[in-house]
Each structure stands twice: as C-alpha cells, then as structure tokens.
C-alpha cells in the first residue's frame, strides 16, 4: 500500500489521508505539482518545462484569491514623482503574455494594467517608507538635473562600456531595454526582483538552464537582468548600472501579495526570510562578487562607509536596537572575509560569458584572492542601511522600497526574537531542514527557479547558501522560492563612485580643442634653414650702404636734402602755444627718455626749448629715470649754454622714483614729494620755483621722452591735477603713434615728434641747430632704407610667386 | 696743435672707444663687443643704485628719520618693509618680504586704475564720440562729408582693433562659435594693428637711424676736434 | 589661502583700497593716508631697485666662484657695479668725485646705450628687407606698404624733394587717422586690462608679491 510522506514532518501516512496525522500538515501534493512531481532540482539542471495552465484548477485557494484580486490589490504604479526623470514616461510592455500560456502569465499582465490603487498593505508601508521615498523621489529630479535624458543615455552606453573589461562583456540586452519602452513601476521594482530571484540562485545561469525559448520573456528578461544588477556595486552616477536600464523588463512580474489574505505560511516566511536576509546580506557585499576594478572598494571599508552613507542617525540607530542581529551580522559579514568566502558562491556574476568562463569551477584561485584584494580596500561600502540615496542607481532602490509589501514591513519588529548569533543562524537552518524534507519543485516552480549563481559548480551544500525552507503553506518544504531578503526595503546597494571624471560634451570639446593645441605646441615647426654667413654678408652689405649714406654728406658737407616744404600737422596747435607761454613763468621740464635715443630727441627738443626759454621761463628738470637727471644736466650744457649763461634759473630736482606712483605722488602734492635739489638745497625756496605751490603753477609741462608708456603716465597721471598748465610732449618718432590720441583728443596741448619736429622748429625760427646737422644724411639714409626694403619686398613677392607657381605645378 | 688731456678729452675719448667696439658688432659677435657692454650693464646697475640711494632713499627715509619727531617715526615702516624686501634673495626667507612688494602692488594697482579710468578711458572714449562733432551740412556738404568720413573710420578703427585684441583666440570648430560680425570686425581691425605697427615700426627705424647718424657725427667730431 | 599669504593679500587690497579712495573721494583723511602710503611705495620702490642690484651681484658672483664661462665678462660687471656704486655714494661728500660719477655716465653709458640703438637700425632694416620673402600675406604686406609710404613721407627725399600725394595726403592719412584710430583701440584696450588686472589685485585675486596666484 502507498504511503504518503508528510512533507513536512516526513512520517509516512496513509494513502487515504489528506492531512498528516503526526503534524496536521496536509498531504496534498503542492499546488501546480499535479500529480506528476518532478524531481527535485538540483544545481544545474535544466527545468522541464511544463504545461501548468492546465493545472489551473489545482490552484489553492489562496493563489485563486490572488488572482481574482490582482485588479484591486496589485502593485501601485509608480508615482508620477517616483518616476525616474531623464528616463522618459515608462509605457507598458508591448505584450509580456505572449509567451504566456502559463496561468501566471495572467498575473503579469495583470500587474500592469492597474497600478493606479494603492492596496491597503500599502498603506502602512507608505507610512514607513514615505521618507525614503521623498527623498528618492527628490534625488530623481536631481539626477534630471544633472544628466538630461540623451546624456543619461550616453552615460549608460558609456556605464556599459565601462563594465565591459569587468564583466567580459557587458550587458548589452540590458541597455536595449532599457531604450525599449518599459512599464512605470519598472524603475521601482529591479532590486526586488533581484532579491526575490537572485538571491539564493545557486544555479547555472539561465541562459544554460533554461532555454530561452521555455521560459517566459518575462523572467528570460529577469534572468539577465539580476545577473547584471548584480555585478554593479561599483557603478557610479555617471555610470548608471545595467539593473537600471533593465527595469522595465522586470515590472510586470511584480508579485502582488494578497493585501489581507495573510496565511500561516506567509508569517513562517518571515522568520525565513530574516534567515535568507542574513543570508542574502552577506550575498550583496559579498567581495568574491566585487569586480576586479572594485576591489579596492573592499569589505573593510563596509560598516564605516555604511554609516558615512546613512542618511539618519535615527534609523541607524534604530536599526540597531531593533533589529540588530542580522544587521550586526551584515555588517560583520560584510567585513569577515571568511564569510564573504563562504557565501561567494552565492553571488551573481557579471555577464554570462564571465560566467560560463567560471561555471565550471568551484572556486578558481583568481577569485580565491578577491577577499583579499577587498579587505584592502576603500571607498564604496558593501551596503547601505538606510541611507539616502546619492546616485541612480541607489535611487531607483529607494524608490522601491515603496513597493515593499507589507509581510516584509514587519519583518523588523518580529525579528528582534529570533535576532541570533550569526554562528546559530546555520544551526537553526540546519534543524529546519532536517524538520522539513526537501520538496519536489513542481515546473511552474521552477520557471520562477532562481537565476544561476556565478559559479555552479560549487553549489550549495547547506541549507543557508540554499535559501530557507518553506516549514508550513502549500509551500512547505520548498526551498528558495519565497523571497528571503529582509528588509530590502531598507538594504540597498552602496553609492559607488566612479573614479573617472565626468565631463559633459562641451567640456569634452575644450579639452579635445586644449589637447590640439598642446600636440600643435610640441609639434616641430618648419624653421627655414639659417644661412648665417649669407646673414653676415647680407648685414655687412646694409651697414656699409647705411654708414656711407650717413657719411657722405658728412664728410663732403653738401646739403643733399632740401628743407621741410611741409610742416606736421600738429606744428599748428604747438607753434600757437608756444608763442602763448607767459614771460617769467616756472616751467617743468621731464627727461624721461633712455640715453639710446638722446641724440634725436636732443635734436628734436634743442630749438623748442631754447625758444621757450628766450622768453624768460624759469625751469625745474625732473625724470622718473635715474638717468634723467644726468641727462638733463648734459642736455641744458649742451644746448642751452647761452640761456644758461645769462642767468636763466634752472633747477634741477632729480629723480623721481616709483614711476605712475611717484608721477602721481608729485602730481598731487609736489612740495611733500620733493623736498630737496640735486645739489641738496630746499627746492621750492630756489628762485626757479618761487610761487610754485602745486603742479598747476607750473605755466607749462614740457615732456621729453621715448617711450609711449612713460608718456602715457605723465599724461594719465597729471590729468587731475593739471589745472590750466598746459602739456607738451616731445617725443621720438617711434612713440608717436601711441601719443598721438592723446594729442587729438586735447589731453596734450603740443605736440614735437622727432628729428622732423626739431626740424620743423629749427626751421621755422630759423635757428639751425642739431637737426640740420642730421637732416642730410638723415635723408640719405631713409632713402638708402626705402630702397633696399623695397628691393627686398619686391624679391619676397617674386619669390612667394615662384613659390606659387611651383605647387601648382606639383599639384 | 698740443693736445691738452681735459674730462672732455677723456670722456670723448672713453666714448669714442665704446663706441666702436659698440658697432663692431656690425661685423660680428666679438669679444670687444661683449667688454662694452658687461661695462655697460656694470655702470649702468651701480649708476642707479647710487642715485636710488642717493636721491631717494638718504632724502626720503633716513634724513627724516634721523632728524626725529614723533611723525618721523613713521618712517618706520617702510624702513623694516624695506628690509624684510631683501629677505626675498633667499628663497627659504623669501616670503618675508611679500608684505613690502604687497603693499607697491597694491599701491601701483590703485594708482593704475586711476589713471587708467580719468586719464584714457573717458577721454578717448570721449574723444571718439566728439570726432562726431561735424561742421554744419550748409557750409558745405564736401567738407561735412569728409570730416564724417574720418569720424567714422576712426571709430571703425578703434572699436575694430578693441575687438582684434579681445577676441584673437582662433575661431576653433570645437570651442565656441563668435559672430560673423565679430570675425569681420576683428579682420578689420587686424588691417588697422598692421597699419598701427607699420607706423610704429618705421618710427623705430627713424629713431635708430637718427642714432646711427648721431654716433657717426660724434665719431667723425670727435676725430676731427682731436685731430 | 595661508595665513602667511593672508597677511601680504590684506596689505595689498587695503593699500590699494585706500590708496583709490584717495583718488576718487579727496576727503582729508583719505588724501592724507594714500600720500603717506604712496610715500612708502616709492621708498620701497627704491630698494626693489637695490634689491635688483644685488640680485644682478650675487649672479655673478656665483659664476666667477664655480668659474662658469664668461667669468671675464662677470669680473668686469662686478667691478663696474661696485666702483660705479661706491663713486655714486662718494660724489655727494666728496666734490672731487662728482666729476668721475659724471664721467661714468657721459664715457660709458650714454655712447654704449646709443651705439646699441644705432646698431639696432641696421637690424631693423635687415628684418623689414627679409620680412616678405619669409612670411608673405596680406597683413604682411599692408604693413611693409605702411613703412615705405611713412618713411617716404617723413623727410623730403635727396635730391628728389617730397613727393607729391605721399608727404601732405597719404602720409598723414596713415598715420593720423588709420594709426593713430588703431592705436586709440589699443590704448583703450590697455587701459581696460589695466583696470581689470588693478581690480583684481586689489580684491585679492591675483597676488603677484608672492601669493599662490601670483
């Protein structure tokens, strides 16, 4: 006679009773097992694939409930604030029941069609999570800021990209559905699903395991996604992690618990799954997972970055109070590499050829040293408790924690009782498993199987890595079906920042353009070949022609050039002013030029100044060179001896030295800033500087100088304090174009340029002087100059035209 | 004709000298040249090192000083700021004396800005807009013309150069785009810095050539005065 | 910012502070304080020269003691310096002196320092010959036009006189309204960046004695 065997007590009852007469658990086969129990799956088969629509009717009444109900207790859509800005209007999947022909494909679609209800058990979630959700909610439109939509798009090539060398290859089917329209509540949901599947999965990948083509395109979808949501600990705001793009994929198999049907077996799951949380703890900061660029990011560095990245003391605190055993234990786990070894296996890799590279081996020595490498390490904590999220990626777990239905909710206060040592947790596993047999998986089961872990090869041996037993329910002795994270509400995945910079696209283009212009730096230029003996000849020729042109007339005293037939257009103003200047009046004279150029502006200034003085002036010298003063003594010796000798007062007063803050200091307060002469005498009680109390006593200003900047100074400076007292520049011919603004718009009032002024001059009062000595072979030589730059050009212009010609005929 | 040795002999003689070992560069980089003006430079630092002491400080800071008063104490600080200026040959103890070229800066900025503001832009900018200033069209429409011409090609000029000089980074394809209008200004404006320095340039050249002849005269006056 | 660069930034922004208050705003106090603090910049200005000097001696110095080449050429710089230096600081005590300091500016100084420029002339010369055949465009060749039209006006040629257009048209047109416009843009353009780089020391910006942005 068949006997039946409890499945969870394991006696062996009659055949005829439906309900096990040592424990009272029933002895009907599980739901959707029909009467045709599969074997027990082990890691690494492939399920078979089974026809459950038909088993429908089998369907307890708990799940029929679920089913009826899906239209008012489902998963709420997402909010309108939730949504992800920058990842545009989530659309409803295109169809997610085309493959459907299991009855749960019916709950999929379901899921997707009313989201607008809040169900009741959302109610009180709401209440606990609203913070973290506003917060998430406001650090979406934060990341909107940040990266618009086409640059999140490029950002998540670029993530994908990036993960390329960690992974092996990076999840490109990610990324397209991530551009492929999606479902609202998709952005919220990804990590649950990945916890709700891709926690204890222990098995092949799915891609080996199940063949595509058997499973719905829901979890095929699902199956890719958890494996790349799980190599992203370390994708950072600007590398958004390939869970993200595959959020909408994952929406429509949101589970949508009963919002009031609480069975027996739902209130022994959260004791499992405080057991699969800790369990799953050590799964996401798990380093034998972390990347080989992450390992620097290691497990060390988990609790205190944990509590870096916790938004609030408060639930930190409380967290620990309340339930802190397994979060004691995450975090120690987190830290204890041992643990991290133990539970490596655990792990989801990253993209399938990483793992069908790894499959086959327990452990390969390279990731033997992972624990290593991560204690070593730095910035990115495992996990983060409650904290606020900084990044997409922890911002689209925050917002999911909204969607935590409300078993899970309560899963903190009811584990206070059961919050053991971690070294007990195995034990109590251990006496659940050997409570409950090991259940057949019936097919519908196992679509829903987890997706495989990164190494199948070392499958689980005990009943942690395996995920908890079902004790009691229509799932009773199942293992690894249910959900098993705790809190993942709470649980998120670590900020990990990217080490790269991130630049934006004109940012780029400024260091494309920076980057031209550094390489054209060091290019080497094209420098025509140096012929410094051609130079030499070239130089010795154009000196002789210019000495001799100066030395003829010198030497052989003809008068070559003949007289200024036109005066400067600015003799007009000047020779008016100096016939203005008042007899006995002081006057300032400036020597601010360097001894190079004093043989012209000698000759320019001589026969203005002798002018000047025949009318009685007296005249203090200054300079702001320290050259100056010697430069005037030997100017007025030589020029203006006969002045000199009849009695004309001249003073001089030095050096002046600061430069524009000395002009301005003398400008301002003349008799504060020079006090003495030359010679040491009191300069204002000299006769030449009788009456002289401030820079506006003086009649005029008379400037000599070669250099448009001192100039320019004298002029800027004296501006304000210049009264009536006019300014007068002579000035060599090389500073005249930057003079002579100043000139036309009447800031100076006369104006000498050259040796063609002191011609001018020199001329006009018929006093020949220095410039008629210079003016013919000052002629001469200009004529000699034009010739040969002439010639010269012209040789350049023929040259450049053969140059011309000869690439075109090349060309 | 004796000659009789006087500081003008001497000093015409030295001057005669240096200067042709001056121009004998014109024949090439020699040693003679290289003597001339390491002398050069050698007097010329000492030369101003006396007048600056002599004619700046001595007058300015230690009469006063030492002649007392309570103002005089002053004086002071400029003294030790002084001072601590020559911490700056040292490079262990050159940051002593940034306070003492801190305060010159801050006094030459100031000045500068001062200058730069009352002395040429609002005159110049002034001096533009009254280029404008045209006679009557009735006392003749040549003449009236010719003076708006000029006005306004003085003031495309200026305003084409300020805008040569402001924006004569290149136009790259990847940096920012200008106007085309700008580009065209700062083309004309490119035109007027050619004319601008071509004018300055052979002033440069007038004013060499005047020393050329000035440094011949001396040297053919000098040998006819002696000789 | 240091504190050490601190201190050197507050003396600069106050002292040009009120050094521009003084400018601008001629109350007593203000007036008084810039004077005072402009009297001390241009004693300090003095003995940047001095300092300068110094510089320009221990250079030197260092080359004649590792005996680098050109320790002749240091030697005599070095003499120079000193001798030029002590007789400058003698001439005022000492009449007798006065004619030396004045023979070292008269014999030295001055026929180097006019022999340079005269030399620079055949430079000059030598460039604006070869400037076409090396870099031959359009501004390269409004600018040689400029130089040949200006000299040509600016003296009357031997033997020839002036020329007819250039001397009393062109020239002046060249260089009183097209220079003399380019070079009011430039001025201003200087005036402004004067302006700027005098508001940016002055508001701690740029800190050229010696802070971090100098």
Redesign the interface.
């Known amino acids: 006679m068949a006997e039946l065997h409890c499945s969870v007590c394991g006696q062996s009852n009659p055949e005829d009773l439906e309900v096990c007469q040592f424990c009272g658990a029933s002895l009907l086969p599980p739901p959707g097992a029909g009467s045709d129990p599969s074997p027990a799956i082990r890691p690494g088969e492939q399920p078979t694939r089974k026809n459950t629509g038909e088993l429908e009717h089998a369907l307890p009444s708990w799940l029929k409930t679920l089913r009826s109900g899906q239209d008012e207790n489902n998963t709420p859509d997402a909010d309108p604030d939730t949504e992800m800005p920058g990842l545009g209007k989530a659309t409803p999947p295109a169809d997610t029941s085309g493959d459907a022909s299991d009855w749960l494909a019916g709950l999929d679609s379901a899921a997707s069609e009313d989201e607008d209800e809040i169900p009741e058990w959302m109610a009180g979630l709401g209440v606990s999570t609203q913070p973290s959700f506003q917060d998430n909610t406001s650090e979406l439109d934060n990341l909107d800021q940040v990266q618009p939509d086409a640059d999140l798009l490029d950002l998540l090539k670029n993530a994908e990209a990036d993960l390329a060398p960690v992974s092996g290859e990076p999840a490109r089917g990610s990324l397209l559905n991530w551009e492929a329209p999606h479902p609202t509540t998709a952005d919220l949901f990804p990590p649950t699903e990945t916890n709700l599947l891709g926690t204890p999965a222990q098995e092949k990948p799915a891609s080996e395991a199940i063949p595509s083509a058997h499973i719905p395109d829901w979890l095929e979808t699902l199956h890719s996604k958890t494996s790349t949501h799980e190599i992203d600990p370390g994708i950072s705001r600007e590398e958004p992690p390939d869970w993200l793009s595959s959020l909408p994929a994952l929406q429509p198999e949101t589970p949508s618990p009963a919002p009031e049907f609480k069975p027996d077996w739902l209130s022994k799951l959260q004791g499992e799954g405080d057991q699969a949380g800790q369990e799953s703890t050590p799964q996401a900061s798990d380093p034998a997972e972390t990347p080989g660029w992450l390992a620097s990011l290691g497990v060390e560095a988990g609790p205190s970055a944990t509590a870096v990245f916790t938004d609030e003391p408060a639930p930190a605190n409380e967290a620990n109070l309340e339930t802190p055993d397994w979060l004691a234990q995450l975090k120690s786990d987190v830290k204890t590499a041992t643990e991290a070894d133990l539970h490596a296996q655990e792990f989801e890799t990253a993209s399938k050829p990483f793992q069908a590279e790894i499959s086959s081996e327990p452990l390969p020595d390279w990731l033997s040293g992972i624990g290593q490498q991560d204690s070593s390490a730095t910035g990115a904590p495992a996990l983060v408790v409650s904290g606020e999220s900084e990044s997409p990626v922890e911002t689209g777990q925050g917002a999911f924690s909204l969607e935590t239905p409300d078993w899970l909710s309560r899963l903190r206060p009811e584990r206070e009782p059961e919050s053991v040592p971690a070294t007990q947790e195995g034990n109590q596993d251990d006496a659940d498993t050997t409570s409950l047999p090991e259940a057949e998986l019936p097919s519908w089961v196992q679509a829903m199987r987890p997706v495989e872990s990164v190494i199948s090869g070392s499958a689980p041996s005990s009943s942690e890595e395996m995920g908890s037993s079902e004790g009691s329910g229509p799932l009773a002795g199942l293992r690894g079906v249910l959900p098993a994270s705790p809190g993942f509400g709470v649980m998120r995945k670590p900020p990990a920042y990217s080490i790269k910079l991130q630049v934006n696209e004109s940012q780029h283009r400024y260091a494309v353009q920076l980057e031209k212009m550094v390489q054209d730096e060091g290019k080497a230029r094209e420098v025509p070949p140096v012929q410094p003996k051609a130079n030499r000849v070239w130089r010795w020729l154009i000196s002789a022609i210019l000495i001799g042109s100066i030395l003829l007339p010198v030497l052989t005293g003809t008068q070559i050039s003949p007289e200024l037939q036109l005066y400067p257009s600015e003799w007009a103003r000047t020779g008016v002013l100096l016939n203005e200047f008042p007899t006995n009046s002081a006057m300032l004279l400036v020597f601010d030029y360097e001894p190079a150029l004093s043989g012209e502006l000698t000759a320019s200034a001589a026969p203005v100044i002798s002018t000047i003085l025949l009318r009685g002036t007296r005249v203090a010298l200054i300079s702001t060179t320290p050259t100056g003063p010697a430069l005037a003594e030997q100017f007025m010796e030589s020029t203006q001896q006969d002045h000199l000798s009849r009695g004309t007062q001249v003073v001089n007063l030095g050096y002046l030295a600061g430069g524009p803050v000395g002009i301005q200091s003398f400008a301002s307060d003349p008799l504060g800033t020079i006090n003495l002469t030359m010679s040491g005498a009191p300069a204002w009680e000299t006769l030449a500087l009788q009456g002289v109390k401030q820079l506006s006593d003086f009649s005029a200003i008379i400037i000599l100088t070669d250099n448009a900047d001192s100039g320019r100074s004298w002029i800027e400076q004296t501006q304000a304090d210049l009264g009536d007292t006019k300014l007068l520049l002579i000035i060599s011919a090389q500073a005249e174009p930057m003079i002579r603004p100043y000139f036309d718009s009447g800031q100076v009032h006369g104006l000498v340029t050259g040796l063609v002024g002191g011609k001018t001059y020199e001329q006009s009062y018929n006093t020949p002087g220095l410039a008629r000595d210079y003016w013919d072979s000052f002629g001469l030589s200009v004529l000699a100059v034009e010739m040969m730059v002439t010639a010269g050009s012209l040789w350049g212009v023929v040259k450049a035209w053969q140059n011309q010609k000869k690439n075109r005929g090349e060309a | 004709m004796p000659i009789t040795l006087s500081?003008d002999l001497?000093?015409?003689l030295?001057?005669?000298l240096?200067?042709l070992m001056?121009?004998s560069?014109?024949?090439?980089d020699n040693l003679v040249f290289?003597?001339?003006?390491?002398?050069?430079?050698?007097?010329?630092?000492?030369?101003?090192?006396?007048?600056?002491?002599?004619?700046?400080?001595l007058?300015?800071?230690f009469l006063p000083l030492f002649a007392g008063g309570w103002s005089s104490l002053?004086?002071l600080?400029?003294l030790i700021?002084?001072l601590l200026?020559?911490m700056?040959?040292s490079p262990r103890t050159?940051?002593l004396?940034?306070?003492?070229?801190?305060?010159?800066?801050?006094?030459?900025?100031?000045?500068?800005?001062?200058?730069?503001?009352?002395?040429?832009?609002f005159?110049?900018?002034?001096?533009?807009i009254?280029e404008f200033a045209l006679p009557q069209i009735s006392a003749g429409f040549g003449s009236w013309l010719g003076r708006f011409s000029?006005a306004a090609?003085?003031?495309?000029?200026?305003?084409?150069?300020?805008v040569?000089?402001?924006f004569s980074v290149k136009n790259?394809s990847?940096?920012p785009q200008r106007g085309k209008l700008v580009d065209l200004l700062g083309w004309i404006?490119?035109?007027?810095?050619?004319?601008?320095?071509?004018?300055?340039?052979?002033?440069?050249?007038?004013?060499?050539?005047?020393?050329?002849?000035?440094?011949?005269?001396?040297l053919?006056t000098f040998l006819g005065f002696s000789f | 910012m240091k504190l050490k660069g601190l201190f050197s930034t507050i003396i600069a922004v106050l002292c040009g502070l009120v050094v521009l208050a003084g400018y601008f705003v001629r109350l007593d106090l203000f007036v008084s304080l810039s004077r005072t603090l402009i009297e001390w910049a241009i004693i300090l200005t003095a003995f940047a020269i001095l300092l300068g000097i110094m510089n320009l001696l221990l250079v030197h110095f260092g080359k004649i003691r590792k005996k680098e080449k050109g320790v002749l050429y240091s030697l005599i710089l070095m003499i120079a310096l000193l001798a030029t230096f002590a007789i400058g600081l003698a001439a005022p005590y000492f009449p007798i002196v006065t004619p030396v300091f004045n023979f070292t500016f008269r014999a030295i100084q001055l026929p180097v320092e006019a022999s340079l420029m005269a030399i620079l002339a055949v430079t000059l010369t030598f460039a604006s010959i070869r400037l076409l055949q090396r870099r031959f465009n359009a501004f390269s060749v409004i600018f040689i036009i400029t130089v040949l039209l200006i000299l040509i006006g600016t003296a009357p040629l031997p033997f020839l006189g002036s020329l007819p257009m250039v001397s009393d048209n062109l020239r002046p047109f060249l260089a009183q309204v097209l220079a003399s416009s380019g070079a009011r843009g430039i001025l201003i353009g200087v005036a402004l960046g004067a302006l700027t780089t005098g508001l940016r020391i002055i508001l701690g910006v740029d800190r050229p004695y010696g802070g971090k942005n100098g």
């Open positions: 500081w001497v000093t015409g030295f001057s005669f240096l200067t001056v121009l560069y014109l024949i090439g290289r003597v001339a003006v390491y002398l050069f430079i050698g007097v010329s630092a000492g030369y101003a090192a006396a007048v600056a002491w002599n004619q700046v400080i007058p300015r800071l002053l004086l600080v400029p700021l002084g200026m020559f700056k040959l050159a940051r004396g940034s306070p003492s070229l801190a305060l010159i800066v801050g006094v030459g900025a100031a000045v500068a800005i001062g200058g730069a503001l009352l002395g040429t832009l005159p110049q900018t002034e001096a533009v009254n000029e090609l003085m003031l495309l000029g200026t305003v084409s150069t300020l040569y000089f402001h790259a990847a940096g404006g490119q035109v007027f810095v050619a004319i601008t320095f071509g004018v300055l340039f052979a002033g440069a050249l007038a004013a060499a050539l005047t020393a050329l002849i000035e440094r011949i005269y001396f053919v």
